[in-house]
């Protein structure tokens, strides 16, 4: 029944990422009807398998649409754009993890890593930076290389949890790509199927690794994810493009400085200034990322944020006040689960924390809290 609504594969990779080590897993059944009036016993656990079954087999028909006529050059690794390396590096480390936890026989996470490196770094990041490489870059042949490397080599990753999706996948890879891989940096064996390719081996880490590279990506990635928080706060539109100055320490602005474009593609700016001593300026939406102030130029009123602000204080604030009537309670916390008191405690630490953030954003407008 499953594997008629979901798919095999969605059952297999399922049950991969379920699979604990000391405990059953649980998996509550309830009956569906079909069009056809037939009743089967269905399960929405096993969604999340077929989600990514469907991310999978969309990210591989989008990598086919962009890879003809792709060359399999010799390629120096420090010569490849930041995001290039940035990808091999964290394909070099997946490779390094899944192998690891395959050999302790830890399914679920083996499955989670190929999972991750997957879903979020290969198609939430690279593929959204390639796509204007493609297009019109001069470094557009090298990044084809590159990304049918990398779909390659995921499919080799993921084959032991989705055997059937991947198998296909392949086989159109190689008709479009029958040579793939990076001479010079690493070498690569296509074979007819996947279930007989050279699983990626883990001492891979020490070719493509590069830790300084994954810095600067990772700030990189924290002022993306400001900028498009305060979109969405804000409500842009998307199709609007936004100034942004983000304020960092002397020694990261010259990385950031040089790699802006990342910034600027994947959160939609216009102009970017990165400035280690900027101070937020009058209109300008600020929000905080890791140690990254980044300031989204004429998106807000400074006084209607302040109102905004304050009252979002008063509710937070009113919110620690119950938390903490609720954990200095003997009766609480000697009935209670220890589980839940963990979990109100852990709700307390977040409620100061984004009391703080509030806090701070309402004095860079030139507001205080009320007594």
């Known amino acids: 029944d499953i594997i008629e609504r979901q798919g095999t594969d969605a059952l297999r990779f399922t049950l991969a990422a379920m699979a604990t080590e000391t405990q059953d897993v649980r998996v509550p059944v309830v009956p569906q009807t079909l069009p056809d009036g037939r009743t089967i016993n269905t399960s929405e656990r096993f969604d999340q398998g077929r989600n990514f079954c469907n991310k999978l087999w969309n990210a591989a028909r989008f990598a086919f649409l962009n890879l003809g006529d792709v060359p399999c050059e010799e390629l120096t690794l420090a010569d490849l754009p930041l995001e290039v390396r940035w990808i091999l590096s964290e394909l070099g480390g997946a490779a390094a993890e899944v192998n690891d936890h395959l050999g302790r026989y830890a399914f679920a996470a083996a499955a989670s890593a190929a999972q991750t490196f997957f879903w979020n770094c290969f198609c939430d990041w690279y593929l959204e930076l390639v796509k204007y490489r493609l297009r019109e870059d001069r470094q557009a042949a090298e990044c084809k290389q590159v990304l049918a490397f990398c779909l390659d080599w995921s499919l080799r990753l993921l084959h032991p949890f989705m055997p059937f999706i991947t198998e296909r996948i392949w086989r159109e890879l190689n008709r479009l790509v029958p040579r793939r891989g990076l001479p010079g940096i690493l070498d690569n064996v296509v074979t007819d199927a996947v279930m007989i390719a050279p699983f990626p081996h883990p001492e891979v880490v020490e070719l493509l ?139 307390l630490a977040e409620l100061k924390a984004s009391h703080e953030t509030l806090a701070r954003s309402l004095r860079e407008l030139g507001g205080r809290e009320r007594d």
């Open 209 to 347: 690794g590069d830790d300084q590279t994954e810095r600067v990506f990772a700030d990189l990635q924290d002022a993306t994810r400001g900028v498009r928080d305060v979109r969405s706060r804000c409500h842009v539109p998307p199709r609007q493009q936004v100034d942004v100055i983000v304020r960092t320490s002397p020694q990261r602005a010259d990385s950031l400085e040089r790699q802006a474009h990342v910034v600027r593609h994947l959160a939609g700016v216009g102009k970017l200034v990165i400035d280690p001593a900027a101070a937020r300026p009058p209109n300008a939406a600020s929000v905080v990322v890791g140690d990254l102030h980044v300031y989204v130029l004429d998106v807000i009123d400074d006084a209607a944020e302040r109102r905004r602000l304050s009252r979002r204080i008063e509710e937070v604030y009113a919110q620690i006040e119950g938390a903490e009537r609720k954990l200095s309670d003997e009766k609480f916390l000697s009935h209670a689960p220890p589980e839940v008191v963990e979990r109100e405690r852990a709700r």
